[in-house]
């Protein structure tokens, strides 16, 4: 009988190859449906492409995610969905996607080969891109390499943009929270359900989650830390450079209806439903450079993230979180004067106003070569190094669980140009911690760049498996919490006590005004 049944399957035109790839296919039951995913060469099982949510399309654009409808077959699961609509904005960004498309959520799965019936940990990673841009399929996301360490990795789609962002009165008006914005961290909230219903049937264990996520991505992960909707949907959170604390905080939701009233006024359109009327690719166009931010919308964010730290309402989870060595440029400081003490001085004049005096003395530059290290410090701080910092010092202070805190410090150096002299840009950890060096054919990787990678990845799947980054043959890495020390992970990884908090203490005194 199978005899006949592959002569059948060969005559209608299945070659041997392909048919051995029909039998071989992992295919896994959810909760809507069959999916049938590939086996990679490295035996590695792959599912790309799963839906979440139903498409967030005409009257559902600007409306909480809904539960994805059920299929029935089999749906292959073998390339990855469309990307969320978004002008190409980061040159960084190589993605395998399927185009772009509003109809963009979607998830992909990797697991090891012998993942079913076991209760493996998870990790689920929220791409960066400053809300506006990102997407499952870029290289340095691939979940192949922690896969190969025992755990089952997910990148997730989210909505961008004014399309994940936007607030609008009649948003407000029309939704049974009485809130508006904030749909991006709502698709995120979302995949953690599906995450928590089909995981186990995956082979994975819904008690250890973890999320994780760079710059947007770790805005995101701090996120979902504080929104009280997120509780008991993972068990630890890894934050690279990024959080939704200090110079970072959402906004009133008086203010963003304001600017989607702004943004809708300027390209007349009268009423939300002008707004839904508009096709995708236009609406896209019309927004350009405009931003929408996060909001405390009073329901996925019942009140400001600062307030919530404040009370430890906040997730309680082990929480790993740092930065990177040189996050800006001293150029977002000196602008293209050149590099000098006085003019050092006169452009932080230029912009701090009545703090001049105290920025100076927290970022002191002595004489002329002081100034490109002073000025990128200072730049890191206020982009993104602040924000960071601040959510290990809340997660610290009010939750009991442990946190682990480093400055990643590894530069790379590219195969045309020259290396950043300042430090480990913004970004750059991701390939390292992955495991995904080799995906990235811009840079000139060494032995030295795989084994700085091998420790951070070890650090990365230690942690997502039992909540600390430690294990057999890795320097130690304290707790940060009762040691007040943070891992600078490069080819000589140590533990240092922390610095700066002079720095750190006078922009809190800022951002509390």
């Given at each position: 009988m199978k005899k006949n049944i592959v002569f059948l399957l060969l005559g209608i035109g299945f070659s041997c190859t392909a048919l051995a790839q029909v039998i071989d296919s992992p295919q896994v039951k959810t909760a809507n449906g069959t999916v049938q995913g590939m086996v990679m060469p490295s035996g590695i099982h792959s599912f790309k492409g799963i839906p979440y949510a139903k498409p967030p399309v005409g009257d559902l654009r600007w409306r909480e995610p809904q539960a994805p409808k059920n299929w029935k077959g089999i749906l292959r699961t073998d390339h990855f969905g469309p990307q969320a609509m978004q002008e190409f904005i980061f040159g960084d960004m190589m993605f395998r996607s399927n185009g772009k498309s509003e109809d963009c959520l979607y998830l992909n799965v990797w697991e090891p080969a012998d993942a079913k019936g076991k209760a493996l940990p998870v990790l689920v990673y929220f791409y960066g891109g400053g809300f506006r841009a990102g997407d499952g399929s870029e290289y340095r996301y691939d979940g192949e390499s922690l896969a190969k360490r025992g755990i089952i990795a997910i990148t997730i789609n989210y909505r961008l943009g004014i399309f994940g962002f936007l607030a609008h009165p009649e948003l407000t008006a029309e939704s049974p929270h009485h809130s508006s914005g904030n749909y991006g961290l709502m698709d995120q909230h979302a995949a953690l359900l599906w995450?928590?219903?089909?995981?186990?049937?995956?082979?994975?264990?819904?008690?250890?989650?973890?999320?994780?996520?760079?710059?947007?991505?770790?805005?995101?992960?701090?996120?979902?830390?504080?929104?009280?909707?997120?509780?008991?949907?993972?068990?630890?959170?890894?934050?690279?450079?990024?959080?939704?604390?200090?110079?970072?905080?959402?906004?009133?939701?008086?203010?963003?209806?304001?600017?989607?009233?702004?943004?809708?006024?300027?390209?007349?359109?009268?009423?939300?439903?002008?707004?839904?009327?508009?096709?995708?690719?236009?609406?896209?166009?019309?927004?350009?450079?405009?931003?929408?931010?996060?909001?405390?919308?009073?329901?996925?964010?019942?009140?400001?993230?600062?307030?919530?730290?404040?009370?430890?309402?906040?997730?309680?989870?082990?929480?790993?979180?740092?930065?990177?060595?040189?996050?800006?440029?001293?150029?977002?400081?000196?602008?293209?004067?050149?590099?000098?003490?006085?003019?050092?001085?006169?452009?932080?004049?230029?912009?701090?106003?009545?703090?001049?005096?105290?920025?100076?003395?927290?970022?002191?530059?002595?004489?002329?070569?002081?100034?490109?290290?002073?000025?990128?410090?200072?730049?890191?701080?206020?982009?993104?190094?602040?924000?960071?910092?601040?959510?290990?010092?809340?997660?610290?202070?009010?939750?009991?669980?442990?946190?682990?805190?480093?400055?990643?410090?590894?530069?790379?150096?590219?195969?045309?140009?020259?290396?950043?002299?300042m430090g480990a840009t913004h970004s750059s950890e991701i390939e390292y911690a992955l495991g995904n060096l080799t995906t990235n054919p811009v840079y000139n990787w060494s032995a030295d760049d795989y084994k700085v990678s091998d420790l951070m990845e070890s650090y990365f799947a230690n942690f997502i498996k039992t909540g600390n980054p430690n294990g057999p043959g890795l320097p130690e890495w304290m707790n940060f919490k009762t040691s007040g020390q943070r891992q600078i992970i490069d080819v000589n990884t140590v533990s240092t006590p922390q610095k700066n908090m002079d720095r750190y203490k006078f922009l809190d005194s800022i951002y509390k005004q």
């Open positions: 995450v928590q219903k089909n995981i186990a049937a995956f082979g994975g264990d819904p008690n250890r989650v973890t999320i994780a996520g760079e710059s947007a991505g770790s805005m995101s992960v701090a996120s979902q830390v504080t929104s009280p909707l997120s509780k008991g949907l993972f068990a630890g959170a890894i934050a690279e450079s990024g959080s939704d604390l200090g110079n970072d905080l959402p906004k009133p939701l008086a203010v963003g209806e304001q600017d989607g009233l702004n943004f809708a006024n300027k390209i007349g359109a009268k009423s939300l439903a002008d707004l839904r009327k508009i096709p995708a690719d236009s609406l896209l166009k019309l927004s350009g450079l405009s931003h929408f931010p996060t909001v405390i919308d009073g329901y996925f964010f019942p009140e400001s993230p600062q307030a919530i730290f404040e009370a430890g309402k906040e997730m309680q989870v082990p929480l790993l979180a740092g930065w990177n060595s040189a996050e800006s440029d001293y150029h977002a400081v000196l602008g293209n004067d050149s590099v000098t003490a006085d003019n050092y001085k006169k452009d932080v004049a230029k912009h701090a106003g009545d703090h001049t005096d105290y920025l100076l003395k927290a970022y002191p530059v002595i004489t002329d070569s002081d100034v490109k290290r002073v000025a990128t410090e200072l730049a890191a701080d206020q982009f993104i190094v602040y924000a960071t910092w601040k959510f290990v010092d809340m997660q610290s202070k009010t939750s009991s669980k442990p946190v682990y805190s480093y400055i990643f410090s590894r530069v790379r150096v590219p195969k045309t140009g020259n290396a950043n002299e």
